[in-house]
């Protein structure tokens, strides 16, 4: 499985999201505080750039992405709003937004280590997409190691609203699917559409 090995707060930087959306929320870049900059951007540059922000916030690569595009064109609706959607509700993201992981990378080896069941059923494939009144918890044995026993008294993430989560039994429901207001960092997916539209 490919991996993207980038450092988190120099690419954070280059894209102007914050570290925070990744869930590193102390990370800073020293890195060229002043920046010599290209003033002027063309179109297909912020269009590149927003793509390449989303791709970098879940962790997908292109190939991939270019999967999920075809499907949410495919789709009925708002071709943007569905990509975010198919995004959102990948197994590796549910698990950070629960709070079962600090950062969709720790999500992502939680999930290919095999300590998450769906439903019931292990799934340790982190691009699964959930569906309305998908039940995920941790298996037995991992809710005995150390790291996730202190999750029992709560996690501190705010969890979304189409998530909902029962501390004490380590178990997340899928209330509904996310909508666009969901998406939690600034993002105009309309230029990605363009960008794969040409």
């Known amino acids: 499985m490919a991996n993207n090995k980038e450092p988190i707060a120099k690419k ?14 102390n990370k800073k870049s020293t890195r060229n505080p002043g920046g010599m900059r290209r003033k002027k ?27 999920y595009y075809l499907k949410a064109s495919a789709m009925k609706g708002v071709t943007g709003d569905n990509l975010l959607r198919l995004l959102e509700t990948r197994l590796d ?3 950070f937004r629960l709070g079962l992981a600090k950062t969709r990378r720790m999500a992502r080896q939680i999930v290919v280590h095999g300590h998450i069941r769906v439903n019931g059923k292990k799934v ?34 705010a ?35 363009e960008l794969y539209s040409r």
Not at 12 to 25: F, N
Not at 41 to 67: D, I, N, W
Not at 130 to 148: M, N, P
């Open 12 to 25: 954070c930087r280059s894209l102007d999201i914050s570290p925070a959306v990744m869930g590193y929320g």
């Open 41 to 67: 951007v063309s179109e297909y540059g912020m269009q590149l750039k927003e793509k390449q922000k989303v791709k970098f916030v879940y962790g997908v690569l292109e190939k991939q992405f270019h999967r």
């Open 93 to 95: 993201n549910v698990v």
């Open 124 to 157: 340790d494939i982190p691009s699964y997409t959930v569906k309305v009144g998908d039940v995920i918890t941790l298996r037995e044995r991992s809710r005995e190691q150390a790291a996730f026993k202190p999750l029992r008294e709560g996690t501190g993430v």
């Open 159 to 193: 969890t979304p609203k189409w998530l909902t989560f029962d501390a004490p039994n380590l178990t997340g429901t899928v209330a509904a699917l996310p909508t666009r207001e969901d998406v939690d960092f600034p993002v105009s997916e309309h230029l990605i559409i």
